[in-house]
Nanobody
Framework: QVRLVESGGGLVQAGGSLKLSCVAS????????MGWYRQAPGKQRELVAS?????????ADSVKGRFTISRDNARVWRTLYVEMNSLKAEDTAVYYC??????????WGQGTQVTVSS
């Protein structure tokens, strides 16, 4: 089992910044990749950014150049971050941390609310 706990969400004005954190615990050695997803009211959950064990990153087109995903340790999955700059009202959503293991099992955090006021 992998447990994920997000933090860092909140209310911010358009153009502002937030940094979300996700702490992983449990069988973290089995994690192959981690990512951030978001879900706005009435919309499907979508990928925001992801990072693999090798450090490869992927971003949704809507956040490229504004969001940066990172991890605190290149060898062990402990804390995942996403730094969000130039926030827009359309970035408002619940943000979820996810982890995929080598057995292709997905784990999710409880989510953290990000609200951007225009």
């Amino acid at each position: 089992q992998v447990r994920l706990v997000e933090s860092g969400g909140g209310l911010v004005q358009a153009g502002g910044s937030l940094k979300l954190s996700c702490v992983a615990s449990g069988v973290i050695f089995s994690i192959d990749a981690m990512g951030w997803y978001r879900q706005a009211p009435g919309k499907q959950r979508e990928l925001v950014a992801s990072i693999t064990s090798g450090g490869s990153t992927e971003y949704a087109d809507s956040v490229k150049g504004r969001f940066t995903i990172s991890r605190d340790n290149a060898r062990v999955w402990r804390t995942l971050y996403v730094e969000m700059n130039s926030l827009k009202a359309e970035d408002t959503a619940v943000y979820y941390c996810s982890a995929r293991t080598s057995s292709e099992r997905d784990y999710w955090g409880q989510g953290t609310q990000v609200t951007v006021s225009s």
